[in-house]
Protein backbone atom coordinates (compact mmCIF):
# COMPACT_ATOMS: atom_id res chain seq x y z
CA UNK A 1 0.00 0.00 0.00
CA UNK A 2 1.60 3.33 -0.81
CA UNK A 3 0.67 6.23 1.19
CA UNK A 4 -0.23 10.15 -0.65
CA UNK A 5 0.11 11.75 2.28
CA UNK A 6 3.27 10.64 4.13
CA UNK A 7 2.63 9.97 8.05
CA UNK A 8 -0.63 10.80 7.94
CA UNK A 9 -1.94 7.22 8.48
CA UNK A 10 0.74 7.49 11.67
CA UNK A 11 -0.47 10.47 12.96
CA UNK A 12 -4.45 8.89 13.22
CA UNK A 13 -3.25 5.85 14.82
CA UNK A 14 -1.45 7.92 17.15
CA UNK A 15 -4.71 10.51 18.03
CA UNK A 16 -6.77 6.99 18.07
CA UNK A 17 -3.79 5.82 20.64
CA UNK A 18 -3.78 9.32 22.67
CA UNK A 19 -7.22 10.14 22.65
CA UNK A 20 -8.71 6.59 23.80
CA UNK A 21 -10.82 5.96 21.00
CA UNK A 22 -9.17 2.23 20.89
CA UNK A 23 -11.12 2.16 23.82
CA UNK A 24 -14.84 3.55 22.52
CA UNK A 25 -17.03 1.22 20.93
CA UNK A 26 -15.81 0.31 17.64
CA UNK A 27 -17.79 1.01 14.58
CA UNK A 28 -17.55 -1.24 11.76
CA UNK A 29 -18.08 -0.89 7.91
CA UNK A 30 -18.49 -4.44 5.73
CA UNK A 31 -16.61 -5.60 9.08
CA UNK A 32 -13.99 -3.34 9.28
CA UNK A 33 -13.38 -0.68 11.74
CA UNK A 34 -13.20 3.06 11.47
CA UNK A 35 -9.21 2.63 11.56
CA UNK A 36 -8.76 0.43 8.86
CA UNK A 37 -10.59 3.02 6.33
CA UNK A 38 -8.74 6.25 7.47
CA UNK A 39 -5.57 4.23 6.16
CA UNK A 40 -7.45 3.06 3.26
CA UNK A 41 -8.08 6.74 2.48
CA UNK A 42 -4.35 6.88 1.80
CA UNK A 43 -4.47 4.76 -0.68
CA UNK A 44 -3.02 5.21 -4.32
CA UNK A 45 -5.22 3.53 -5.63
CA UNK A 46 -8.68 5.47 -6.72
CA UNK A 47 -10.99 2.96 -6.45
CA UNK A 48 -9.46 2.62 -2.66
CA UNK A 49 -9.48 5.92 -2.10
CA UNK A 50 -13.16 6.03 -2.94
CA UNK A 51 -14.45 3.03 -1.43
CA UNK A 52 -12.38 4.46 2.13
CA UNK A 53 -14.73 7.84 1.47
CA UNK A 54 -18.43 5.70 1.12
CA UNK A 55 -17.50 3.75 4.13
CA UNK A 56 -16.41 7.01 6.26
CA UNK A 57 -19.80 8.22 4.66
CA UNK A 58 -21.56 5.31 5.83
CA UNK A 59 -20.03 5.36 9.75
CA UNK A 60 -20.48 9.36 9.76
CA UNK A 61 -20.54 10.87 13.26
CA UNK A 62 -20.67 7.48 14.83
CA UNK A 63 -16.77 6.45 14.52
CA UNK A 64 -14.42 9.32 15.44
CA UNK A 65 -15.70 12.62 13.99
CA UNK A 66 -13.00 14.53 14.52
CA UNK A 67 -10.15 12.33 13.53
CA UNK A 68 -12.47 11.49 9.96
CA UNK A 69 -13.24 15.14 9.51
CA UNK A 70 -9.28 16.03 9.28
CA UNK A 71 -8.57 13.26 6.96
CA UNK A 72 -11.05 14.01 4.65
CA UNK A 73 -9.73 17.90 4.50
CA UNK A 74 -6.40 16.00 3.79
CA UNK A 75 -7.86 13.88 1.24
CA UNK A 76 -9.96 16.72 -0.45
CA UNK A 77 -6.70 19.08 -0.41
CA UNK A 78 -4.51 15.55 -1.78
CA UNK A 79 -6.93 15.56 -4.73
CA UNK A 80 -6.82 19.23 -5.49
CA UNK A 81 -2.92 19.07 -5.75
CA UNK A 82 -3.10 15.92 -7.80
CA UNK A 83 -5.97 16.37 -10.29
CA UNK A 84 -4.79 13.99 -12.41
CA UNK A 85 -5.16 10.72 -10.12
CA UNK A 86 -8.53 11.51 -9.04
CA UNK A 87 -12.37 12.32 -11.36
CA UNK A 88 -14.24 15.63 -9.85
CA UNK A 89 -16.77 12.46 -8.49
CA UNK A 90 -14.12 12.21 -6.02
CA UNK A 91 -13.83 15.30 -4.51
CA UNK A 92 -18.00 15.22 -4.62
CA UNK A 93 -18.29 12.15 -2.67
CA UNK A 94 -15.41 13.45 -0.05
CA UNK A 95 -17.57 16.86 0.26
CA UNK A 96 -20.41 14.69 0.98
CA UNK A 97 -18.96 12.43 3.62
CA UNK A 98 -17.71 15.94 5.42
CA UNK A 99 -21.75 17.39 5.51
CA UNK A 100 -22.69 14.19 6.67
CA UNK A 101 -19.69 14.01 9.27
CA UNK A 102 -21.00 17.60 10.19
CA UNK A 103 -19.03 20.74 11.44
CA UNK A 104 -16.43 19.44 13.41
CA UNK A 105 -13.43 20.25 13.00
CA UNK A 106 -14.08 23.12 11.36
CA UNK A 107 -10.35 24.86 11.50
CA UNK A 108 -9.39 21.96 8.82
CA UNK A 109 -12.59 21.27 6.90
CA UNK A 110 -13.75 24.86 6.03
CA UNK A 111 -10.09 25.53 4.54
CA UNK A 112 -10.27 22.36 2.50
CA UNK A 113 -13.75 23.59 1.31
CA UNK A 114 -12.79 27.02 0.65
CA UNK A 115 -9.26 25.58 -1.57
CA UNK A 116 -12.23 23.86 -3.76
CA UNK A 117 -14.35 26.54 -4.25
CA UNK A 118 -11.17 28.63 -5.75
CA UNK A 119 -9.23 26.20 -7.18
CA UNK A 120 -9.95 27.15 -11.38
CA UNK A 121 -9.68 23.19 -11.98
CA UNK A 122 -12.79 22.33 -10.07
CA UNK A 123 -16.12 21.41 -11.53
CA UNK A 124 -19.09 22.75 -11.35
CA UNK A 125 -20.17 19.70 -9.07
CA UNK A 126 -17.28 20.04 -6.78
CA UNK A 127 -17.81 24.14 -6.39
CA UNK A 128 -21.74 23.22 -5.90
CA UNK A 129 -21.15 20.70 -3.45
CA UNK A 130 -18.67 22.81 -1.21
CA UNK A 131 -20.94 25.38 -0.80
CA UNK A 132 -23.76 23.17 -0.22
CA UNK A 133 -21.50 21.83 2.92
CA UNK A 134 -20.48 25.01 4.07
CA UNK A 135 -24.11 26.25 4.55
CA UNK A 136 -25.20 22.91 6.09
CA UNK A 137 -21.89 24.16 8.57
CA UNK A 138 -23.97 27.68 9.69
CA UNK A 139 -22.00 29.95 11.61
CA UNK A 140 -19.03 27.46 11.92
CA UNK A 141 -18.24 28.16 8.37
CA UNK A 142 -17.92 31.83 8.79
CA UNK A 143 -14.52 32.47 7.15
CA UNK A 144 -16.00 31.13 4.11
CA UNK A 145 -18.30 34.09 3.72
CA UNK A 146 -15.89 36.27 1.56
CA UNK A 147 -15.37 33.57 -1.08
CA UNK A 148 -19.35 33.24 -1.18
CA UNK A 149 -20.08 36.47 -1.34
CA UNK A 150 -17.78 36.67 -4.36
CA UNK A 151 -20.20 33.43 -5.48
CA UNK A 152 -22.97 35.56 -5.51
CA UNK A 153 -21.80 37.48 -8.86
CA UNK A 154 -20.91 33.71 -10.49
CA UNK A 155 -22.77 33.23 -13.87
CA UNK A 156 -23.67 29.56 -13.03
CA UNK A 157 -27.23 29.35 -11.14
CA UNK A 158 -26.27 25.76 -9.80
CA UNK A 159 -23.50 27.93 -7.77
CA UNK A 160 -24.62 31.36 -6.85
CA UNK A 161 -28.11 30.13 -5.92
CA UNK A 162 -26.57 27.85 -3.15
CA UNK A 163 -24.26 30.51 -2.18
CA UNK A 164 -26.95 32.88 -1.38
CA UNK A 165 -28.12 29.85 0.95
CA UNK A 166 -24.96 28.62 2.13
CA UNK A 167 -24.67 33.24 3.87
CA UNK A 168 -28.05 32.82 4.95
CA UNK A 169 -27.55 29.76 6.64
CA UNK A 170 -24.07 31.10 7.56
CA UNK A 171 -24.82 34.63 9.39
CA UNK A 172 -28.77 34.30 9.42
CA UNK A 173 -31.32 35.02 6.61
CA UNK A 174 -31.43 39.09 7.85
CA UNK A 175 -27.94 39.72 7.39
CA UNK A 176 -27.04 37.82 4.42
CA UNK A 177 -29.59 39.75 2.49
CA UNK A 178 -28.39 43.27 3.89
CA UNK A 179 -24.80 42.29 3.54
CA UNK A 180 -25.34 41.31 -0.04
CA UNK A 181 -27.56 44.38 -1.11
CA UNK A 182 -30.42 42.01 -1.66
CA UNK A 183 -33.91 43.42 -0.89
CA UNK A 184 -36.91 41.15 0.38
CA UNK A 185 -39.30 44.24 -0.46
Not at 49 to 78: N, W
Amino acid sequence: MAYRFGSLPVIIILILEITGCRNQAVVLYKGKPTRYWLRQLQDRDPATSKESVTALQAIGSDGHPQIMARALAAALLDSIHYPDRYAGTFQVQVIYALQKIGPVETSFTVPALIQALKDSKSINQVREAAVICLGSFGPKARIAEPVLRDLLNDSNHWIHSPAEEALKSILGAGAAEEKAGMSSD
